[in-house]
């Protein structure tokens, strides 16, 4: 974990319109996004989460965070801006617990690609990627979904998706984050 100089901000609920919609592309970098990008950062880690996507504290931008482990136990920081998810034709998928900074103190198995790229550019405008394996590849496809408007519980089973947001409601989802939630 980083030192941020940047002001946590809530956490915004599923079911709030924003993070039920495609977040918008970036279109400006300048010191507002540099801005946003470190109030990310520190939201993510008020929340002990380990990413974080722009719409999970209330903003409309394709932008997201992560201070993620890769399955070597390497640790990647770094934030994406408009970013673009890569998978393998050949997908290799694994069944992990997942958990969501915006779905509070629920965790519930998902299969996700096991590798994923992610490519777009920093708060400069320059390009970037990030190539990901283990938790860190389930970061970027989690983070990627959210900015798409899709949280990890809208691909699971009906029922348990109803389950997960009922007890997730009865949730004060302040500090409970954990190294799976992402």
Same mark, same amino acid.
């Given at each position: ?51 974080? /996507? ?6 409309? %931008?394709? &932008?997201?965070? =992560? *201070?993620?482990?890769? @399955? ?35 965790? /519930? ?6 590798? %994923?790229? &992610?490519?777009? =550019? *920093?708060?400069?405008? @320059? ?48 500090? =409970? ?6």
């Amino acid at each position: 974990m980083r030192n941020s100089p940047g002001t946590a901000r809530p956490i915004t609920r599923y079911g709030t319109p924003v993070l039920h919609r495609r977040c918008a592309e970036v279109t400006v970098f300048d010191d507002a996004l540099a801005q946003l990008v470190e109030d990310m950062f520190a939201s993510m880690y008020a929340a002990h989460g380990v990413g974080l /996507a722009a719409n999970q504290i209330g903003v409309d %931008a394709r &932008v997201f965070v =992560v *201070d993620c482990a890769d @399955a070597s136990g390497a640790h990647t920081i770094a934030h994406v801006v408009n970013p673009v998810l890569h998978l393998p034709e050949e997908r290799d998928l694994v069944v992990e617990s997942e958990g969501c900074l915006s779905v509070p103190g629920q965790h /519930a198995e998902l299969a996700r690609c096991a590798t %994923a790229v &992610v490519t777009g =550019v *920093d708060v400069h405008g @320059a390009p970037i990627r990030l190539d990901g394996t283990g938790t860190l590849a389930r970061c970027f496809q989690h983070e990627v979904d959210h900015l798409d408007g899709l949280a990890y519980v809208e691909r699971l089973p009906g029922k348990l998706r109803k389950q997960l947001l009922a007890a997730s409601a009865e949730h004060p989802g302040v500090g =409970v984050g954990t190294a799976e939630n992402v």
